[in-house]
């Protein structure tokens, strides 16, 4: 069982920065790959980032690959995503998830999921 819990989310203006964190319980955190997720108003879930437990691979979403960059690391079982040149389109509710490959969570399919946290980005 792992429990996760996102912080870090706010409110910037369009150009902005932020820095999302996920905490992970358990000891067995460098196994999972791991996801950033997000969902704005009336759209469904959609993929952001992955890495893959211990060799770092990672994969994004086209519209941010070059703004955001997903990050882990494992003695402190945390992941991070590092946000720059926020656009409005990028507010949403952002979550992270754990799951036992890369391809399982980018397929959306990860066993778990935080409760999220807002990020809200103005023009």
């Known amino acids: 069982q792992v429990q996760l819990v996102e912080s870090g989310g706010g409110t910037v203006q369009a150009g902005g920065s932020l820095r999302l964190s996920c905490a992970a319980s358990?000891?067995?955190?460098?196994?999972?790959?791991m996801g950033w997720f997000r969902q704005a108003p009336g759209k469904e879930r959609e993929f952001v980032a992955a890495?893959?437990?211990?060799?770092?691979?990672?994969d994004y979403k086209d519209s941010v690959k070059g703004r955001f960059t997903i990050s882990r690391d494992n003695a402190k079982n945390t992941v991070y995503l590092q946000m720059n040149s926020l656009k409005p389109e990028d507010t949403a509710v952002y979550y992270c998830a754990a799951g036992d490959n890369l391809a399982v969570v980018t397929a959306l399919l990860a066993d778990y999921w935080g409760q999220g946290t807002q990020v809200s980005v103005s023009s």
């Open positions: 890495i893959s437990g211990s060799s770092g691979i990672t």
């Open positions: 358990g000891r067995t955190f460098s196994r999972y790959a």
